[in-house]
């Protein structure tokens, strides 16, 4: 079974700065996709950003980008020019290819973005 | 836009109550999930759908049972609500597309059981 670690509960930035997220996963499979989900406070969970395993180049959406080393099995989330908006919780995700069923989630990073 | 839709935000419920959380999709999804979301632990999956009247179980099914009679709608069913299954619910659905789907939540119940 795979599991996704998440090792900071919790971490702050300062507004305008750029934070990274940690996150590894244990697999034996090699295709699979990986995901990044923002829950803000009291609103809805949202895609922010989705890997390919198969997929050398790191994704990137806006001022959201990946750095994907799937040789350690490492998944971290870049967030650059940091903006108020930008507090939530951050979850990282998992799911083989081929399978629609169960996304494994992370026990997630809260993150706090300071004016 | 896709439109995930839980019936309740917040509920308080007895313990031994029969609790009914309901979620319904208007985008034509295959698939439908319930989660429950502790802090610490992240997201869990109790059940999931892959089409009307079928389901299978998630990681932590004790305690609980769905019911999908139409594609749009996912019922999670707490058949005797204890104290420790006071939590975060989370309903999502997604298209029947393989591993790359994204998956789309509803707003969450928070259930509080006494």
């Known amino acids: 079974a795979q599991t996704v670690t998440q090792s900071q509960p919790e971490m702050s930035v300062q507004e305008a700065e750029t934070v990274t997220l940690s996150c590894t996963y244990d697999t034996s499979e090699n295709n699979y996709y990986l995901f990044w989900y923002k829950q803000p406070p009291s609103r809805q969970m949202i895609l922010v950003i989705r890997?390919?395993?198969?997929?050398?180049q790191n994704a990137t959406e806006n001022r959201f980008s990946v750095n994907f080393q799937k040789a350690a099995k490492s998944f971290s989330l870049k967030i650059s020019d940091s903006q108020l908006g930008d507090t939530a919780m951050y979850f990282c995700?998992?799911?083989?290819?081929?399978?629609?069923?169960?996304?494994?989630f992370g026990s997630g990073t809260q993150l706090t973005v300071l004016p | 836009d896709v439109k995930v839709t839980q019936s309740s935000r917040y509920l308080v419920k007895r313990t031994g109550e029969k609790v009914f959380l309901e979620c319904v999709q208007d985008m034509d999804h295959e698939n439908m999930f319930w989660y429950r979301q502790d802090p610490g632990l992240g997201l869990r999956l109790i059940y999931f759908s892959y089409d009307v009247k079928m389901k299978e179980k998630g990681d932590i099914p004790e305690g609980y049972s769905v019911s999908r009679e139409k594609k749009e709608r996912f019922s999670l069913i707490l058949e005797s609500a204890s104290t420790n299954q006071t939590s975060m619910y989370l309903c999502?659905?997604?298209?029947?597309?393989?591993?790359?789907?994204?998956?789309?939540f509803g707003q969450g119940t928070r259930l509080t059981v006494v």
């Open positions: 999502a659905s997604s298209v029947n597309r393989g591993g790359s789907t994204e998956a789309f």
């Open positions: 890997q390919e395993a198969y997929k050398q």
């Open positions: 995700a998992f799911i083989h290819s081929g399978s629609a069923r169960q996304l494994t």
